[in-house]
C-alpha cells in the first residue's frame, strides 16, 4: 500500500480514507506493507501492530497481491514499473488517485483500475509464477 496521508506533501492522515481502507483489510484477515514518505511515524500510533512499516514504495510491493495507490505523492507517480512488475506477486495495481495513463498499464502488462475509468488489462495475460504441473502420459 502506497500512501497513508490524505494527501501528498503532508504527514496529517485525519482524514485520510487510507486509514479506514488498511482497519478494514487487516479485519478482513489481509496483510498490509504500508509505504508512506512521510505520515508514516504517526501511522504507526494508530494502525494496529500487524501492519507491516516499510522503507520504500518498492518493498511495499514485495510478493504483494495488488499495489495500491491511496495518495498522490510526486514520488509514486515516478515509480520505475519495471521494477515493481518485477516484485509484484500478481501484477496488480489499484490506484485511487489516477497517477497512470490505463493504457500504459495495460502495455506493461499490470491489470489495473482506477477511479471513475474502466478497467485496463493487458492483451496477453502475465504468466504464472510457476509452470502449470505437466501430464505423464502413461
Do not use: H
Not at 58 to 70: F, N, P, Q, S, V
Not at 74 to 97: M, N, S
Not at 105 to 130: L, Q
Amino acid at each position: 500500500m502506497l500512501g497513508l496521508a490524505f494527501k501528498g506533501g503532508t504527514d496529517d492522515f485525519s482524514e485520510s480514507p487510507a486509514i479506514l481502507l488498511v482497519q478494514s483489510l487487516l479485519q478482513a484477515g489481509c496483510q498490509i506493507a504500508a509505504y508512506d514518505p512521510a505520515a508514516t511515524a504517526r501511522a504507526r500510533e494508530v494502525l494496529n501492530s500487524s501492519t507491516e512499516f516499510v522503507n520504500d514504495p518498492y518493498e511495499a510491493a514485495r510478493e504483494a497481491d495488488a499495489l495500491l495507490i491511496l495518495t498522490e505523492w510526486e514520488e509514486f507517480a515516478a515509480l520505475d514499473l519495471d521494477r515493481i512488475f518485477k516484485q509484484l506477486k500478481y501484477p496488480i495495481v489499484i490506484d485511487g488517485r489516477n497517477l497512470y495513463d490505463p493504457d500504459t498499464m495495460a502495455a506493461r502488462g499490470f491489470t489495473y483500475y482506477s477511479v471513475g475509468r474502466p478497467a485496463a488489462t493487458p492483451a496477453v495475460p502475465a504468466a504464472p509464477s510457476t509452470p502449470p504441473a505437466r501430464k505423464i502420459k502413461k
